[in-house]
């Protein structure tokens, strides 16, 4: 067994004082404990006919695509506000202080597709169930919610109640 926990740094006080940042680099140069994650972020979603794995931008790229591989489904970037060249649509989301903006491509999504939702970490969920809102109002089924590390402290998953939601990695 590998301790995947062993894999994940954290650095105090980033980017800002009294963040808790949880680095996740040490894993993607490990090709074993990397290898294992995602086994084990695809395997509660395998046989579940996941059409499309939609990664938020910029760390669950790099887990959704092996993902996505994995389960011969296609891939969509969710994406801060102005990145994505064609039209999009958009959710804004409430912040601490402010708000916030994602993006997808207005034909990333089709009505009926089934979609896993990947992201390196859940925080407080605002995110997460922005993706959701998107998801959904192209006509689309969040069929799974997959996260490598979960903050539960912050409770996040009171934003996401209701949909199958896989965290690898609890602090
Ligand atoms: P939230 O919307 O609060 O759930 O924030 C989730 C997003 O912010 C994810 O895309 C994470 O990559 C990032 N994030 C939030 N808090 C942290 C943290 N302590 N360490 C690393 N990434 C974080």
Known sequence: MINLESFIRNIP?????????????????????FREVISQMTKPFRSQGIDKVLGIEARGFLFASPIAMELGAGIVPVRKPGKLPFETISHTYTLEYGTDTIEMHKDAVSPGDKVLIVDDLLATGGTVEAAC???????????????????????????????????????
């Open 13 to 33: 006080d980033f980017p800002k004082p009294g963040i808790q940042f949880k680095d996740i680099t040490p894993l993607l140069i490990s090709p074993f404990a």
């Open 133 to 171: 809102k998107l998801v959904e109002s192209a006509g689309g089924v969040v069929t799974g919610i997959s996260f490598l590390v979960e903050l539960a402290f912050l409770n996040g998953r009171t934003k996401i109640d209701g949909y199958p939601v896989h965290a690898l990695i609890q602090f």
